[in-house]
């Protein structure tokens, strides 16, 4: 009986041994998985910031164009009240420049002011003004639109490796 108590004590000191063994080994590998975790949230989280930051930049970018473009637009309308109010009160006009009157002969029949350019009536100045203030805004918005979309495709390209 004596071997038999010797046995079942070696098999439960083997089972302890091994026990604690498999337990220490689940311990390392806890720990072991809990760093690189760690690394892979700590990589995630400046990854996160560094995105965030791009946002940044680019909105900042933005909102600079944007402002350019709002006091560019701005500057334009004053410009065109100033010449609507001065064809209004007759003191300036709308010219169209010829290229006949280079040559230094106009026909004197015409409506020329001056060897090179000719008079237009009051209703085809504030046309032409028209015209030239959709144009200075289509323009504008185009630019706008252009550094817009450069700055996303800038944005959008920074964040590859």
């Not at 089972?15 to 806890?30: D, E, H, Q, T, Y």
């Not at 970018?61 to 402002?67: G, K, L, R, V, Y």
């Not at 002011?113 to 015209?131: E, F, I, K």
């Amino acid at each position: 009986m004596l071997d038999r108590t010797k046995a079942l004590i070696v098999l439960a000191l083997v089972a302890i041994v091994f026990w604690a063994g498999w337990a220490a080994n689940g311990r390392r590998l806890s720990d072991q998985h809990s760093a690189e975790l760690a690394e892979r949230d700590r990589k995630d989280l400046t990854i996160a910031q560094q995105v965030m930051e791009i946002g940044r930049q680019a909105n900042n970018a933005i909102s600079q164009a944007d402002t350019k473009a709002w006091k560019g637009l701005e500057d334009d309308k004053k410009e065109l009240r100033r010449l609507r109010g001065c064809v209004a009160d007759g003191t300036c006009g709308v010219r169209l420049i010829t290229a006949e009157g280079r040559g230094g002969t106009s026909d004197p029949g015409s409506s020329s002011v001056g060897h090179d350019t000719v008079a237009l009536d009051s209703d085809l100045q504030r046309r032409v003004l028209d015209h030239r203030e959709a144009i200075g805004e289509d323009d504008s918005k185009i630019n706008f639109l252009q550094a817009y979309a450069m700055q996303c495709w800038q944005s959008l390209h920074s964040l590859d490796p």
